[in-house]
Every structure is written in C-alpha cells, then in structure tokens.
C-alpha cells in the first residue's frame, strides 16, 4: 500500500478536514488580492465525527475598493436544527490597513426556520464605529463603548487580510481582535507559519502558506493560501472553511450602502 501523501500534515489542523481535500478542486486563473473580489467557503465541522467533516454552511465576503477605501461585504450561513442562521454585514476602511482594520460596520443578526421565515425576536442590527481608542456600538439595547488601544481588527476581515501577507517574509503581526463584532480578545498575534505542499483532488499537488492566528480567548486559526494568495482554506478547533468560489467582485456586487 502506497503511503498517504498528506500524511505528513498530521501535525497540522488541516488534517482535519482531509476528506475536503481529496475532492478539493484548486482555482484558476489570475488573482489580485488587494483588488476587487468575490469569493466564497463551505463552512465545516468535525464535531461528534471522527473520520469526516460535515458540511454545515457557507461563507461569502465581497470585497470593493474605491480609492483608497475599501468595502467588505459578509454573509455568514450556518445550518441548525430545525432551520438557520444568518449573519449579513457590511465593514468599511482603509484599503491598505494590513490587518483590514474597519473604522465602522454594521451586521444584522437572525434565525430563520425551514421555511425560510424568520423566528420571532431573534432579529438585531448591530452598528460599530470607530472614535479614537474606542469602539462605539449601538443597537436596539442601547450604546456601549470598547476600548480597543492600538491595532486590532474583526475576526472576518481576516480572510482578507491574510491573502495580502507576503508569505516567509512577514512580519509578525501583534493585535486585538474583536470577535463576533463585539467580543474583545487582547494579546492576538498573526504570523507566517510554513510553506507546504498538499495533494488535492486528481493527486494534483499545490504549494501552500501557512500562517497562524494565536491568541487569549480564542482557540488557534490556521489559514493556507495559495501562492496567488487566495485563501484556500482556514481551520480553528472544530470549525473549518475550505474555498468553493472566487470570482472578480463585479459579478454579483453589492450596489447600495448597508444601514
């Protein structure tokens, strides 16, 4: 019996979601990821399961740059029992902000039953914007403010701001993060892990980086990228993404403002 091929990622999280790999098809043509893009990425999770990863959602991120702004559209979908979730957002910024740091968002949070209608009081529009050092947020409850001293991002904006990294060459990135738009986790570090090669579907094999997202209340995130810099796939604990789409942001674009 000929060894498996990926079995020297063992030791990596990626192995989580081997099964995605064996039927991964890797994308073509030319990318820029500091430019306009669409892209999307089936949602996993290796809860309760042992030798494969169920499929249980999709993510798609819309990325616009108008000048030297850039817009990032989010809609998160995750399959639950008895219906889904649904998570639509909008963040806006600096275009060459290395982290993707937004100055404000907006992102709508809802339940939605197996036929599509949603559940009673589970609708909430949440609002960020940036004031200095804070962060002021708002919805229906009311106004709070984080502060948020030096760099820090949101935990979506770093699908982004990985496929900008320069590979071995980056330099380790020190931040706070905001997770799930309000949740703030200190002491969050970025950093370029490994250069690998992973065999995908049809045995075809494509170099890949690594790097790696560590930080306090959060568990690690590994992403791989291409060498074009498309985010393949990310995976974090039980929680994977692998890419299914990109396309050039044009097709499909958001047209008017959120909020």
């Known amino acids: 019996m000929q060894p498996d091929p990926n079995a020297s990622i063992a030791k990596y999280p ?34 309760g399961r042992t030798a494969s990863a169920g499929r249980v959602g999709r993510l798609t991120i ?89 760099p820090y991002t949101v935990n979506w904006c770093l699908f982004d701001a990985v496929q900008r990294l320069p590979g071995a060459d980056t330099k380790p990135l020190a931040f706070t993060l905001i997770d799930h738009v309000d949740q703030v986790k200190p002491e969050t570090t970025l950093a370029f892990r490994e250069t690998m090669d992973v065999q995908v579907a049809g045995g075809k094999v494509i170099r890949t980086r690594a790097y790696e997202q560590l930080g306090r209340g959060n568990v690690p995130w590994v992403y791989w990228t291409d060498e074009a810099g498309r985010l393949l796939w990310a995976v974090a604990g039980l929680e994977g993404y692998a890419l299914e789409a990109d396309a050039p942001a044009r097709e499909n674009a958001p047209r008017k403002r959120d909020g």
């Open 14 to 47: 990626l192995l989580s979601i081997l099964p995605v790999l064996r039927r991964f098809e890797p994308p073509e043509g030319d990318f820029d990821p500091a430019g306009p893009w669409r892209q999307a990425w089936g949602v996993y999770t290796m809860a």
């Open 62 to 150: 819309h990325r616009q740059v108008d000048g030297t702004a850039v817009r990032l559209h989010v809609t998160y979908l995750n399959q639950l029992t008895g219906g889904r979730a649904e998570v639509t957002g909008t963040l806006e910024g600096p275009a060459d902000a290395p982290l993707a740091a937004p100055d404000r968002w907006t992102f709508r949070f809802r339940l939605l039953d197996d036929g599509g209608n949603p559940v009673p009081h589970t609708d909430i529009t949440r609002k960020a914007v940036r004031d200095g050092d804070r962060i002021v947020l708002s919805d229906p409850s009311g106004t709070r403010r984080l502060d948020v001293p030096g």
